[in-house]
Antibody, heavy 121, light 108 residues
Framework: QVQLVESGGGVVQPGRSLRLSCAAS????????MYWVRQGPGKGLEWVAF????????SYSDSVKGRFTISRDNSKNTLHLQMNSLRAEDTAIYYC??????????????WGQGTLVTVSS | SYELTQPPSVSVSPGQTARITCSGD??????VYWYQQKAGQAPVLVIY???GRPSGIPDRFSGSSSGTTVTLTISGVQAEDEADYYC???????????FGTGTKVTVL
């Protein structure tokens, strides 16, 4: 069965960095695009970043562009999110999510349980 | 930026039908997906490509589309259906994705 397990969250001061990871299993990781989606406390879902199946294409929401970097290691079935220059408004649960298999694939069919990032001094 | 609008809340009695709408100007040209999120849990996909139902999702969940509005219908609502529901589509600018504002379904 598909499993996505995030790690790396924690409490960090504004302006500092944090790197999230997502370990994937139960599917052919290198065949699917992957995503990060976040949810602020008491708020809705917000798409953060996209990476294509082979890592050649990436995209970011305007709110994180230039500060966050998504990457993947297909040899280790792992997805990463490098978060720099963190702000209080980046406080959220961060979910990794897998591309849905039905064309056009612009959706998320499996989600991890999330990792909490708190940006506070 | 592109937005998808949902009603903040819907209340329904057990056994009745709940309808949750999602409106967006680009929806006539986009597929919509629906997610259920119970308190303290990760979202779960319940409808894909407007009307498709993933395996394991009860058939009381259905989707429909008409112009700029799509609808998630839960027929014969059960207590376990109490959750937040989000619609989602591809964005209108490059490779991007947008979620609706979310609807809290309360089972009375």
């Amino acid at each position: 069965q598909v499993q996505l397990v995030e790690s790396g969250g924690g409490v960090v001061q504004p302006g500092r960095s944090l790197r999230l990871s997502c370990a994937a299993s139960g599917f052919i990781f290198s065949n699917f695009d992957m995503y990060w989606v976040r949810q602020g406390p008491g708020k809705g879902l917000e798409w953060v970043a996209f990476i294509s199946y082979d890592g050649s294409d990436k995209s970011y929401s305007d709110s994180v562009k230039g500060r966050f970097t998504i990457s993947r290691d297909n040899s280790k079935n792992t997805l990463h999110l490098q978060m720099n220059s963190l702000r209080a408004e980046d406080t959220a649960i961060y979910y990794c999510a897998k591309e849905g298999p039905v064309t056009p694939g612009d959706y998320f069919d499996y989600w991890g349980q999330g990792t909490l990032v708190t940006v506070s001094s | 930026s592109y937005e998808l609008t949902q009603p903040p809340s819907v209340s329904v009695s057990p056994g009745q039908t709940a309808r949750i709408t999602c409106s967006g100007d680009a929806l006539p040209n986009q597929y919509v997906y629906w997610y259920q999120q119970k308190a303290g849990q990760a979202p779960v996909l319940v409808i894909y490509k407007d009307t498709g139902r993933p395996s394991g999702i009860p058939d009381r969940f259905s989707g429909s589309s008409s112009g700029t509005t799509v609808t998630l219908t839960i027929s014969g609502v059960q207590a376990e259906d109490e959750a937040d529901y989000y619609c989602q589509s591809a964005g209108t600018s490059g490779t991007s994705y947008v979620f609706g504002t979310g609807t809290k379904v309360t089972v009375l």
